[in-house]
């Protein structure tokens, strides 16, 4: 009997602990529902947001040109030890270019915003949540989701594409380091390649396009963890800690589902 | 029925009718409370951490609805209210927060004109002549340029207090604004609210815990006990208050209607020496 109660305890547990999940997701929509009603403040005054995207986007672009940097490096290093093998090495720049401009550009500039910026944010309106800044904002009849929460969303939203284009830019540049100035592929050859065949809208807006959704996605769960954080030290930490894996989660499996959607059936791929 | 202007101005700023409130229907954390806070005074609440005085507080500021009977604040039924309603009441009020609540990322400066920024749509001179003036009235007109992080507490609290006027309120809401204060930024802080509340011709409500400190201050006091209002009156009054509570509460006694000693089983048996 006390064996068939704990299975049912057990069962109990996973399924409160899924409805509160669920609760959760709809809290977020909501939450996001209102902060998109209320960004008129955000637009209006767009001083508010082209700050947030200097703290966002300006200050996250040393990490993200020196991981571009040395990212592509090390596609030219691996890329030419494969393609030599099949006498192919001029094609480097088309692998090197295909695989930032596609995956790794807004993937990896998507994880490394998710772990610079959308920590930052969430530390910053957790710990305002904590230090009742916010409750003084709405003592002051000023709505802190229109006044901290938007602008930081539309920062980080405008910020993650240009990242990501940044990120793959520097990745080339890196990829042409290392496999024609140092190894010696034909530069013409680069290039050429690259140019003929890396598609402006099959290759080039598609990762557009997912730098774009990584970026709604990162700053959603970042400024949602930070308003909801529990308004304690150890909840803002926890708030910020879950902002860095559930966005790096978000970001994965967000990929999957569009390299589906854009890359494969009838795109000619 | 809107009340005339004029009628509505002899009436009580806040008026606590009947009240009762609680996160859960099984716990209240008000029960009945009725209080009335005339124009122009310096109202304390205290009591004892817990008592529900900060629900109270929240309750007059819009930020909860009572569960039961009405809370009327400058006219309207709060728990009424819709967003753009409760805003434009909390226009005509300033709260001064336990720790100041600044902004941390902008200067005392900032901090003082952000109201006036948010609301006023006032040329950038007539704000800075505004924002002076506001940090002349607490003494800091010096401080300016500094950022809340360089402030000791005394004085971040006067500039949150400079904040909380900026938009020159009817009704200030104090959040236990003695809580760690040194005797002088205290002293300061007294003759601050008293001498705010009569130049702007406001209304001043103080929650506290802080009895002795607030009771020099204040013209009346409501006085509460696990979610009821036990005793009111003048300062005076209080002090001479024959209720045990009140009593303990005032003088500070160890002992009394709140025990030292937190429920317990026998000493003895703990320590397992009797009949063990």
Redesign the interface.
């Known amino acids: 009997m006390s064996r068939l109660a704990s299975v049912r305890g057990q069962i109990e547990r996973l399924g409160s602990g899924l409805s509160s999940q669920v609760w959760r997701v709809g809290f977020a929509s909501r939450f996001l529902a209102y902060m998109l009603l209320h960004s008129g403040t955000a637009l209006r005054r767009f001083h508010l947001t082209i700050a947030e995207i200097y703290f966002a986007g300006v200050l996250s672009l040393v990490i993200i040109l020196v991981s571009g940097l040395f990212v592509g490096m090390v596609l030219g290093l691996q890329g030419y030890e494969t393609l030599q093998r099949f006498g192919a090495s001029e094609s480097l720049g088309v692998l090197v270019a295909l695989s930032l401009v596609r995956e790794l550009g807004p993937v990896v500039a998507g994880l490394l915003f998710a772990s610079r910026a959308g920590s930052a944010i969430t530390a910053e309106i957790g710990l305002m949540k904590a230090t009742e800044q916010l409750s003084a904002m709405e003592m002051m009849a000023v709505d802190p989701v229109a006044r901290v929460v938007a602008p930081r969303f539309w920062g980080g939203v405008l910020s993650m594409p240009l990242l990501a284009a940044l990120f793959s830019a520097m990745g080339v540049f890196g990829g042409y380091l290392v496999g024609v100035q140092l190894i010696g592929v034909d530069a013409g050859a680069f290039w050429s390649q690259m140019q003929a065949a890396v598609d402006l809208r099959n290759d080039i807006l598609n990762g557009v396009y997912k730098s774009i959704v990584f970026g709604i996605a990162v700053t959603w769960i970042a400024v949602f963890e930070g308003y909801d954080a529990v308004p304690t030290a150890e909840g803002v930490s926890r708030a910020t800690t879950r902002t860095v894996v559930t966005s790096s989660l978000a970001i994965l499996a967000l990929d999957f589902v569009l390299t589906a959607l854009m890359f494969t059936g009838g795109n000619g791929q | 029925m809107q009340q005339s202007p004029v009628l509505e101005l002899q009436k009580p700023i806040v008026e606590i009718r009947n009240v009762s409130f609680g996160y859960e229907a099984a716990r209240p954390v008000l029960r009945d409370i009725d209080l009335a806070i005339e124009r122009g005074a310096v109202v304390g609440i205290m009591g004892q951490s817990g008592c529900g005085k900060t629900t109270l507080l929240r309750i007059i ?1 819009g ?1 909860l609805a009572p569960t039961r009977g009405e809370a009327r604040v400058l006219g309207r039924a709060t728990g009424e209210l819709d ?1 753009d309603a ?3 009441m ?2 005509k ?3 001064l ?3 100041g ?4 990322d902008m200067s005392v400066y900032e901090n003082v004109a ?2 006036m920024r ?2 006023g749509g006032l040329p950038e001179e007539l704000i800075h002549d505004l924002v002076m003036l506001k940090l002349q009235a607490v003494g800091l007109r010096g401080a300016a340029h500094l950022t809340p992080t360089e402030l000791s507490g005394g004085m971040a609290r006067r500039v ?1 207090l400079a904040r909380s006027i900026a ?1 020159d309120p009817q009704l200030i809401l104090y959040d236990e604004p003695f809580t760690g204060l040194d005797p002088i930024s205290f002293g300061v802080i007294v003759r601050l609210i008293r001498e705010l509340n009569d130049s702007l011709g406001a209304t001043s409500v103080i929650v506290t815990h802080d009895v002795q400190e607030a009771l020099g201050v204040v013209d009346y006091v409501y006085f509460m006990a696990a979610g009821r209002v036990i005793a009111k009156g003048t300062p005076e009054e209080i002090r001479a208050s024959p209720e045990p509570f009140v009593n303990q509460f005032v003088n500070g006694k160890p002992d009394g209607p709140v025990p030292f000693h937190y429920p317990a089983p026998e000493y003895g048996a703990d320590l397992e020496l009797a009949g063990a």
Do not use: N, S, V
């Not at chain 2, 609540?101 to 941390?104: E, I, R, S, V």
């Open positions: 500021m930020a967003r409760l805003y434009a909390r226009r009020m300033g709260m927060f336990q720790f609540a600044l902004f941390t952000f109201p948010e609301h949150a938009l």
